[in-house]
């Protein structure tokens, strides 16, 4: 994970993004409510949106080749309420993997697993034809070392957006402000950590839409409201096939991240079941090779 992470906040499993294939495009997402984690995790006022049930999972590791067990795992369900809207229901998992822990004294008090764990509901619903609105809520627990020495906080966040679609333009339009809460305290107050608040707004185009053939571009901005030296740029490029393999592309540039490189990803869809692949870099003085996440999806 690149230091910009650290800079901007506490709580990796809350800005850590999901969906290869927003990850393949880029890291755009804000304005792309056309799959279940789109509308949660990037956008939840696509919920308004939404006309069918549907899940999607998302694994990725997150240092390749050092450590099997530092993972991220999402899962997201989503469940449209018959002209009311659609509720989104969400659990993020982070582990850290396992380490030998310590007390304050410095003997040994055996192994232990750091961890995050973040269970979610969303809300969406069209205040205008084409104008939604949407919230998500979300409970944090972090683990970073055994409760026994005052290694676990947690607290709880929200997530609050808008999605304009302009259908004649074939434009969305799409701004979330994310991890807004309290800072997690581990020890006192006085050390209490922020969570990574920011800001992300968001364009998509479809740019063609043919029967056999569709391609749809976005860009994304990522501001933080914790520190003003991060901020991320991102734009991608998405082709679609008889609306059954895509295929995508992306630049990611974050400075203070060290992260200014291509993505890209590939999707198959066969009837209500898709499968995508993005490939996101990471921090080039890192060392590490590029994020490779995994998207099931099922629309009922």
Known sequence: MPMSAWAQGTGR??????GARQNGMGGVGV????????VTWWNPAGLGFVDRSAVELTYAQLVPGLATDVSYNYGTWVQPIGGWGSLGFNMVFLSYGSSEGTDPAGNPTGTF????FSPQISYGTR?????AVGATLKYVRIQLAPSSVQGVGSTFAVDVGGLYRIPAAHLNLGITVQNMGPSVTFINEDQASPLSRNLKMGAAWEALSKKQFAATLAADFNQSLVTNEFRVYNTGVEL??????????GYYYDPLGDIQDLTYGLGINWRSL??????IPQAKNSGLENVKKITLGYRF
């Open 240 to 249: 679609r096939f008889a609306d059954q393999l895509s295929g995508r592309l």
């Open 13 to 18: 499993s809350l800005d850590i993004q999901p």
């Open 31 to 38: 304005a792309l409510p056309d799959d279940a984690t789109g």
């Open 274 to 279: 898709s499968i995508d692949f993005g490939s």
């Open 127 to 131: 205040v205008l034809p084409d104008l």
């Open 113 to 116: 697993s750091s961890n995050e």
